[in-house]
């Protein structure tokens, strides 16, 4: 099966020119120059019209939880439909966590998450795994992953002390293990043992709406984390950290310093941390403001951290955007914090909506095109070890998102959207440029405003060490 994908212009994360994708099965099998198609009697199986439209890379979510277990209840999307509705947004891979919590074995835990996903995702994905437990035995099972399970991250939390917190010798002894296989340590980096007296004293003074999440959350706790993360991943033999969902100005300060030093330290952030604030969504009136309630927190807008951040964005201080997709519907979810705004469950719902909101970045002029590409897909690809994602290039998978710059997207549930909540944090928005067409390694999943894929599509994909440092 051949699939030519012609007359658009194909967008790289270095540049674009005029062409067309060549596709043999599941592969790129070469860029031609418009017209050679023609001249080498090359007759596809398939054609894909891109005529004033932009043929990019699929987009790369590095960051999902579907079906997370959290706050006694679980993520609203499933594996099947949250990758439905990342195909929808122009997605072509996430890489979801696996988690092991304290006294958990690692391998039981990852066979239960492959569990949830084998069969079910509709576009291809790997795993982080999640250590919660820092012990030998969890130890040794990294290492194990490295070799041989196609995990090469592993995510530590500075944060939720009884949950997933470490303390700072269970990091370093992390860190540690990581630096010897040549693998990546991603922070969560909140100071979570001062954050968790300072809601209870919030609470003790009957501070109980949702907004009081953030101020119990303050930039202090994000950036004082941040830093003591660097510190100790400079001490375990410059590991490479990955500081995730990055919402302070003053934490991207101390990662920016990091790297003048030069040091391996990454940070992501997430589009809720472009876009939304303490004051316009967290601080509406009653318990509307739960629908934002996600750690780390939306920050003040006149603090200047959205455009901190996306000056972070150009400066590749922020190499990449994930969503840190984590949904939960406002009724029976959410709701269970009524009254008290630390039994809201932790999550915001983006995975459908990241390649319109930063394209709107482009629009705007906080981006160019080729960032745009760079960010959500080339090194999230090259960051975590896709080594056949990412890029347009022969030998790559077929993973490709024709984007129409003349195209118009509505954002939420009256536009039914098609991830598995009863909100979206993006009620109302409106942005340039729609998703026109997805293929995830040579097939057709989203075309014609209709999703076409099938469950059981995506395939586990076995990472490598990741190739940004090379
Ligand atoms: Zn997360």
Redesign the pocket.
Known sequence: MTVLVQNGTILSATGRRAGDVLIDGESIAAILAPGQADALGIAPDQKVDATDKYVLPGGIDV???MQ?PFGGTEASDTFETGTIAAAWGGVTTIVD?AVQSAGQNVHECLAEWHEKADGNCAIDYGFHQIIGGVDEESLKAMTYLVDNEGITSF?LFMAYPGVFYSDDGQILRAMQNASETGSMIMM?AENGIAIDVLVAQALARGETDPKHHSFTRPAEMESEATHRAIQLSKIAGNVPLYI??MSAAQALKEVAAAQHEGLNVFAETCPQYLYLSLEEHLSQPGFEGAKWVCSTPLRSHHEGHQRDLWKGLRMNELAVVST?H?PFCMKEQKELGVGDFSKIPN?IGGVEHRMELLYQGVVTGELTLERWVETCSTTPARMFGLDKKGVIEPGADADILVWDPNGHTKIGIDDKHHMNMDHSAYEGFEVDGKVDTVLSRGTVVVENDEFIGRPGHGRYVKRGLSTYLN
């Open positions: 960051h999902t939880h997370l966590f995510k969560h995730v969902h840190d984590c999550g």
